[in-house]
Nanobody
């Protein structure tokens, strides 16, 4: 049973930083792509960042490039999203997700991911 359990998030002032974590369990994720998405009220879930568990390139939405960093901790089977220079428009519920690496479809499309974390609220005040 695959589980993605998120932690982190909360309330921060504009310009501040937060780190989100996603602890993965239930299988070996070496052949999986991990992603972060976010969703604001009334909006569709949007891509934030992704990386393959085995390493390689990382990808970011243009809106977060240069401010957010995705990383992994192999020892703890955890993926992190470090968010710096936060803006009010970053306010959303953030989700981690996983998909098998051979899944067809672009990595930035939410419905290509099979497994999802429970979501965590990030609120950035101005």
């Amino acid at each position: 049973q695959v589980q993605l359990v998120q932690s982190g998030g909360g309330l921060v002032q504009a310009g501040g930083s937060l780190r989100l974590s996603c602890a993965a369990s239930g299988r070996t994720f070496i052949n999986y792509r991990m992603g972060w998405f976010r969703q604001s009220p009334g909006k569709e879930r949007e891509f934030v960042s992704t990386m393959h568990w085995s390493g390689g390139s990382t990808y970011y939405a243009d809106s977060v490039k240069g401010r957010f960093t995705i990383s992994k901790d192999n020892a703890n089977n955890t993926v992190h999203l470090q968010m710096n220079s936060l803006k009010p428009e970053d306010t959303a519920v953030y989700y981690c997700a996983a998909r098998f690496s051979l899944t067809s479809g672009n990595y930035y499309v939410a419905n290509t991911y099979s497994y999802w974390g429970q979501g965590t609220q990030v609120t950035v005040s101005s």
